[in-house]
Antibody, heavy 117, light 107 residues
Framework: DVQLQESGPGLVKPSQSLSLTCTVT?????????WNWIRQFPGNKLEWMGY???????SYNPSLKSRISITRDTSKNQFFLQLNSVTTEDTATYYC??????????WGQGTLVTVSA | DIQMTQSPASLSASVGETVTITCRAS??????LAWYQQKQGKSPQLLVY???TLAEGVPSRFSGSGSGTQFSLKINSLQPEDFGSYYC?????????FGAGTKLELK
């Protein structure tokens, strides 16, 4: 069965970079699908951030385009999120998810990242 | 960006009742709509995609309908495990966007 697991620091200082890892088991990220990052703010609003496809192409939400990068390590079956120049507005629970036709059938459990000095 | 507007924001219902949640898109998204259920402290779970296709393992008391800009999720004969929050999401191109959610509470 496909499983996704987020990991990374739970606290990031303003102006620094947020870096998260999504480790995928049960399916190769190079076989198919798009591998996404989605975040949920306090108050529960959900925001799609972007994806890296099985072929390595990327697509980002234009609202984040200048700050976001999604990369991968195929040898470890992991993909990564980097979000630069964070502010307190980036405090959220971050999810990785597998997309098929751009709906999300598999999600990680989520990791809370707080941006605070 | 396509805006997704859900209603109601919250809903109280009893076990056994039938409820309907609606979602309106700011432009035509054909049938490219998904619905998710989220329980407190958990990740969202896919219920429906392509407006009316039930995801694997989803009980048949859930049904999705609609096309264009107006969509609905109907839950027949509510069960205790159905209480939580529900979100719609369009999947008609990027950026993908979600509705603000509907919180379904036990009356």
């Amino acid at each position: 069965d496909v499983q996704l697991q987020e990991s990374g620091p739970g606290l990031v200082k303003p102006s620094q970079s947020l870096s998260l890892t999504c480790t995928v088991t049960g399916y190769s990220i190079t076989s198919d699908y798009a591998w996404n990052w989605i975040r949920q703010f306090p108050g529960n609003k959900l925001e799609w951030m972007g994806y890296i496809s099985y072929s390595g192409s990327t697509s980002y939400n234009p609202s984040l385009k200048s700050r976001i990068s999604i990369t991968r390590d195929t040898s470890k079956n992991q993909f990564f999120l980097q979000l630069n120049s964070v502010t307190t507005e980036d405090t959220a629970t971050y999810y990785c998810a597998r997309g098929a036709g751009t709906w999300f059938a598999y999600w990680g459990q989520g990791t809370l990242v707080t941006v605070s000095a | 960006d396509i805006q997704m507007t859900q209603s109601p924001a919250s809903l109280s219902a009893s076990v056994g009742e039938t409820v309907t949640i609606t979602c309106r898109a700011s432009e035509n998204i054909y049938s490219y709509l998904a619905w998710y259920q989220q329980k407190q402290g958990k990740s969202p779970q896919l219920l429906v995609y392509n407006a009316k296709t039930l995801a694997e393992g989803v009980p048949s008391r859930f049904s999705g309908s609609g096309s264009g800009t107006q969509f609905s999720l109907k839950i027949n004969s509510l069960q205790p495990e159905d209480f939580g929050s529900y979100y719609c999401q369009h999947h008609y191109g990027t950026p993908l966007t979600f509705g603000a959610g509907t919180k379904l509470e036990l009356k």
